[in-house]
């Protein structure tokens, strides 16, 4: 658990050049990410039911006391890598199955959740170094592929390949470029 949220503390540093200390006290994105790598580390533990079920109560109080002061709800249960990056404040919701793989770059007003009916409903899996633009909305059992870029404003609820861009509403491909120079 430590050691993914110090990848996150490094990858805002790189990115702000602030000291850990500074960081910690002024991004609401670390504060929820903080939150949810305990609630995680406790969600996957071997603990006797008994005491994980009681920290995972105490996890949750945590986790809604986050959404309430931050706007992101990030539920112990989501699967997360490392170096995950919030780069605003607010109106961003992961769900709860949501797997999102290492190295990703998420903005403000992204949802990340369920959609579709009967063997086509579920939740999006996330490659790695995927940069998501501000109001994108991701839903579904869809798969994004590595190093894709989802633009601003986006509704993606079909797959994306890797190295590619998508915008609009629906989104579709506007270009071939990877998200190496957004992340």
Request: aromatic residues 8%; proline residues 2%; contains cysteine.
């Amino acid at each position: 658990m430590l050691k993914k949220f110090k990848t996150d503390i490094k990858k805002y540093k790189t990115y702000s050049g602030k000291s850990t200390i500074v960081l910690c006290f002024t991004q609401q994105g670390l504060w929820a990410l903080l939150v949810y790598r305990i609630s995680h580390a406790v969600f996957i533990s071997n603990a006797p039911k008994f005491l994980k079920k009681l920290l995972l109560l105490f996890c949750v109080l945590g986790q809604k006391w986050i959404e309430i002061i931050t706007g992101i709800s990030i539920p112990y249960t989501a699967r997360i890598g490392e170096r995950f990056y919030i780069g605003h404040f607010g109106g961003i919701i992961i769900n709860g199955n949501a797997i999102i793989g290492d190295n990703c770059n998420i903005s403000q007003g992204v949802t990340i959740g369920v959609s579709g009916v009967l063997e086509n409903r579920g939740t999006p899996i996330i490659g790695d170094n995927v940069y998501i633009g501000a109001n994108a909305v991701i839903a579904g059992n869809i798969s994004i592929g590595n190093s894709a870029v989802i633009g601003a404003n986006s509704l993606v609820t079909k797959n994306v390949e890797a190295r590619t861009t998508v915008l609009g509403v629906p989104a579709v491909v506007v270009s071939n470029n990877s998200s190496e120079h957004y992340i």
